[in-house]
């Protein structure tokens, strides 16, 4: 990897979970493109491959499963040895499943809990002691997390667990001059409706969702990526907070 001796995060070694796509991958590339560098994590090797291309000579690119203790704990080494010590960490990776309350199954239930729950709190676990001195971690978690939105009550349950662990790690990395916060998105049009469902589809949902938004639209990825960095590196007398970017959604 080569560092650059340009830009606003020069020097500066970050690791993103989820990096190969959406908020996850945008703030890799805005770091990337300033100077830092970065290792991103995904599940698909194909995504990956096409992330790190993108993201240039500043960016490594692993194959890693936000669910799996093993996998979690070899990207500990491997973070290791590619930076020794590092300066943020984005914890982002996540998935989402839609389901009425009464026909969510154990398998769903326990699917969106281990990923974007039990997954991040032991990457924290795990890469928290290779961070340095003053550092900063971001967690992902979501404006449903305080608004009682029908068909997502397991995923709202799983970002509420985030916004917990975001204060009892804050408290307890103090120690080590580690902050820890989280940015909680709202409507941001990643591209992901695209893919999962058919376009005029995707459009009115769009169009809803900025009919029911304070601002009337929905967010940029790149408004996101520039909470997180605010976050990981200007924010050096925050920790414990949440950062909502939502056009004002879960707050007026």
Do not use: W
Request: some cysteine; overall charge neutral.
């Amino acid at each position: 990897m080569e560092h650059s001796s340009k830009g606003k995060y020069a020097g500066k070694k970050v690791v993103i979970t989820g990096g190969s796509s959406g908020f996850g991958f945008t703030t890799a590339k805005l770091l990337a493109d300033e100077g830092a560098c970065v290792l991103i994590t995904g599940r698909t090797q194909a995504t990956l491959d096409s992330a790190r291309e993108q993201l240039g000579n500043n960016a490594v690119a692993v194959l890693s499963d936000a669910a799996s203790l093993k996998d979690i704990y070899a990207l500990a080494d491997r973070v290791k040895a590619e930076f020794g010590t590092f300066d943020a960490l984005f914890v982002n990776a996540g998935v989402t499943r839609s389901a009425p309350f009464e026909a969510v199954t154990e398998d769903v239930y326990d699917e969106l809990l281990t990923i974007n729950a039990k997954g991040p709190y032991f990457t924290v676990q795990k890469l928290a002691p290779l961070l340095g001195e003053g550092s900063g971690v971001v967690l992902t978690t979501s404006v449903v997390n305080v608004l009682g939105i029908p068909m997502i009550s397991a995923y709202a349950a799983s970002k509420a667990a985030l916004r917990s662990m975001t204060r009892s790690m804050a408290r307890e990395l103090l120690p080590r001059k580690i902050r820890v916060n989280a940015v909680s998105p709202g409507p941001i049009d990643t591209g992901i409706l695209e893919k999962s469902m058919p376009k005029d589809a995707a459009e009115q949902t769009k169009a809803q969702m900025s009919r029911e938004n304070p601002m009337l639209r929905v967010g940029d990825p790149l408004e996101v990526a520039k909470a997180v960095a605010f976050l990981a590196f200007d924010a050096t007398y925050t920790t414990g907070a949440e950062f909502p970017v939502d056009g004002g959604g879960s707050q007026i």
